[in-house]
């Protein structure tokens, strides 16, 4: 059934992207750049679609998934999710409580992951539509850039496709930073103010290494807005991780808790200690570079273009007010050290550098958005045809690579 489900989906979204780009061949006959690349991005677009949902029909396969969503099942039915030190099953994963209710194994498995990836691309799509923009097509690149790396780089396509904490982690890091880029009037509502804590909170929760993030969030809102709206947003935060630490205090146990968050971990050696502890650090570090290689170089010239550009770099609040993409970008960075940190510990898999890797994909693609008000169709600096011609190059190319899945890839 699910054979056939893949085919249908993939002839479905096919035929619409043949359509789509027919559509776009009339419509950008004078277009500022080469009307082959703008007809290749539905297409493009269909191969990702086709490869998300081919990653989410597999889930089931997957031994890892079934082991983390079974105990939270069993929460669900009465038993308890942490246990204290001595006590309980032996496990070798640590998760947040998101119940997934099915009738079967396979079934709870698939709305599990379902979820998952839902909590990692949805809040991408809502960053990318809070900036401002007209030009739908450089909203559709920007989406094309996010999703085709999301499916090719190893720590994004772990988190993205693999029941964990890791998408809520990013996932809800990254909608709080999008209400930020939503509403920038200096008077900010009350709902805004508490949906953006909520999510900071959520985001911290569901993984304790994203606890910048509950930092970050007050200092962007004071360079925008000025100390008063800061100073809300971290009371509400403070209150709202006051409320979490009680609440799961009194579901699970003091106990369970903290051998759970702190104890396991303090326990832990760093990774590869056969080597020596600089060694495990220098790998780290390799890792870290391995997979952000290509999204970095392009953040780069991006930052290049911005400097020439405008003649400064520096964090001016109308600077960064101009450039919520800046957010993101800023968060990646702040994240470096605790994503090494993660990956050199025992169990320290690719997911550990989704923090930057998540972070830095959203800025770049933000940045591609963002470029809307340079680009018409009467004409444009060349700077800014190149900036099109490259971003829709970079989509169309992440398509092609993530259409043809490494072995490394398929595992993980």
């Known amino acids: 059934m699910m054979l056939n489900l893949t085919i249908g989906w993939t002839v479905l979204v096919f035929l619409l992207a043949l359509r789509d780009s027919l559509?776009?061949?009339?419509?950008?006959?004078?277009?500022v750049v080469p009307r082959w690349l703008i007809v290749l991005l539905p297409l493009a677009g269909a191969l990702m679609l086709t490869m998300i949902w081919v990653h989410v029909a597999r889930s089931p396969y997957d031994s890892w998934n079934g082991a983390r969503t079974a105990p939270v099942i069993g929460w669900t039915k009465g038993m308890p999710l942490y246990y204290p030190l001595g006590q309980g099953p032996a496990s070798a994963f640590i998760h947040g409580p998101i119940a997934a209710i099915a009738r079967t194994p396979t079934g709870a498995i698939l709305i599990a992951d379902f979820i998952n990836a839902s909590l990692f691309y949805i809040p991408a799509i809502l960053f990318l539509l809070a900036l401002p923009c007209k030009s739908n097509l450089m909203r559709g690149i920007g989406l094309l850039v996010f999703a085709g790396f999301s499916l090719t780089l190893p720590?994004?396509?772990?988190?993205?496709?693999?029941?964990?904490a890791d998408a809520p982690a990013v996932g809800f890091g990254l909608l709080a930073l999008a209400l930020l880029a939503w509403q920038t009037s200096p008077n900010l509502k009350w709902p805004v103010l508490i949906a953006a804590a909520a999510c900071s909170v959520f985001s911290a929760a569901?993984?304790?290494?994203m606890l910048p993030i509950v930092i970050l969030l007050p200092i962007f809102l004071y360079v925008q807005n000025g100390s008063r709206d800061a100073i809300i947003l971290a009371l509400l935060e403070l209150l709202g991780l006051t409320l979490v630490a009680a609440m799961s205090m009194l579901a699970f146990g003091y106990e369970p808790l903290r051998f759970t968050m702190f104890g396991i971990v303090a326990g832990h050696m760093q990774w590869l200690q056969m080597y020596g502890k600089p060694m495990s650090w220098e790998l780290g570090v390799g890792f870290l570079?391995?997979?952000?290689?290509?999204?970095?170089m392009a953040m780069a010239m991006a930052l290049l273009i911005e400097s020439c550009?405008?003649?400064?770099?520096?964090?001016?609040?109308q600077w960064l007010t101009q450039r919520p993409w800046m957010m993101p970008f800023i968060v990646a960075v702040i994240m470096i050290p605790s994503s090494i940190v993660g990956r050199v510990k025992p169990g320290g898999a690719e997911n550990a550098l989704t923090p930057t890797t998540y972070f830095l994909v959203a800025a770049l693609a933000g940045w591609i958005v963002s470029h809307h008000?340079?680009?018409t169709e009467n004409g444009s600096e060349p700077i800014n045809r190149l900036i099109v011609s490259a971003s829709a190059l970079l989509a169309i190319s992440l398509g092609i690579l993530c259409a043809n899945p490494t072995e490394k890839s398929l595992a993980y």
């Open 155 to 164: 720590s994004l396509l772990y988190s993205a496709f693999m029941v964990h």
């Open 23 to 31: 559509r776009l061949w009339v419509h950008f006959r004078n277009f």
């Open 206 to 209: 569901s993984k304790q290494n």
């Open 289 to 296: 570079i391995a997979d952000v290689a290509a999204p970095a």
């Open 373 to 375: 008000h340079r680009i």
């Open 309 to 317: 550009r405008t003649g400064t770099m520096q964090l001016k609040t």
